[in-house]
C-alpha cells in the first residue's frame, strides 16, 4: 500500500463509507481484510513512533534531550526547540489556511478532513489543544513524567541563549 492508501483516513473511509452511513452487515470479506491490513500497518507505525521515543541508546526522545551536545544531531537547544516551534507553526497555519478554508471556499464538504466520521471538527479543536499542549508542556497521559523531562528544561534553557 503507498502511503496515501493507509492510515486514520483510509480506516475512516473503509469504516464509514462515503456517507458516513456504513452498518457492519456492509462489509464484504474483501474489505474485512483490508480493515485487517489497515489496522495493522497503523498498530506497526504507532509501534514505530512509540519505539522511536524509548529511553534508549539512539533513541529520538535521547536524541532530542541531548541537543546541543556531540552525540546529539541537533547541534543545540535552540535547533530542537526550532524543531518543535517550527512544526507547532505548521499546523496551526494549516488548520486556517487548508483543513477550514479550502472546504469554506469550495462549499464542498469533501475537503474536509474527517468527513466520512463527521469528525472533522474534534480533529480541528484536538490539533489546537495538541498544540496548545506541547507549548505549556502539559502531556495528560501516563506517560507525563518522561514528557516533562523532555520539554520543561528546553524553555529555561533557551532563556540564557543570546540572540
Not at 480541528?124 to 514528557?147: C, D, E, L, P
Request: proline share 2%; with cysteine.
Amino acid at each position: 500500500m503507498t502511503t496515501t492508501t493507509r492510515g486514520f483516513h483510509a480506516l475512516e473511509f473503509s469504516l464509514f463509507g462515503l456517507n458516513g452511513t456504513k452498518t457492519a452487515v456492509d462489509f464484504s470479506s474483501r474489505e474485512l481484510q483490508l480493515l485487517d491490513l489497515l489496522s495493522a500497518d497503523l498498530k506497526k507505525q504507532a509501534d514505530l513512533l512509540s519505539s522511536s521515543w524509548a529511553s534508549a541508546t539512539g533513541s529520538f526522545y535521547d536524541d532530542f534531550r541531548s541537543a546541543g551536545s556531540d552525540n546529539s544531531s541537533y547541534t543545540t537547544v535552540t535547533a530542537a526547540l526550532g524543531e518543535v516551534l517550527g512544526s507547532m507553526a505548521d499546523i496551526m497555519t494549516e488548520l486556517p489556511d487548508s483543513k477550514i478554508q479550502i472546504p469554506l471556499d469550495n462549499q464542498d464538504n469533501a475537503y474536509l478532513e474527517s468527513r466520512f466520521a463527521d469528525y472533522s471538527l474534534t480533529d480541528y479543536r484536538n490539533n489546537v489543544q495538541g498544540t496548545y499542549n506541547v507549548y505549556i508542556g502539559n502531556m495528560a497521559t501516563s506517560k507525563r513524567k518522561r514528557a516533562s523531562a523532555i520539554w520543561s528544561p528546553l524553555p529555561i534553557q533557551l532563556l540564557t541563549i543570546k540572540c
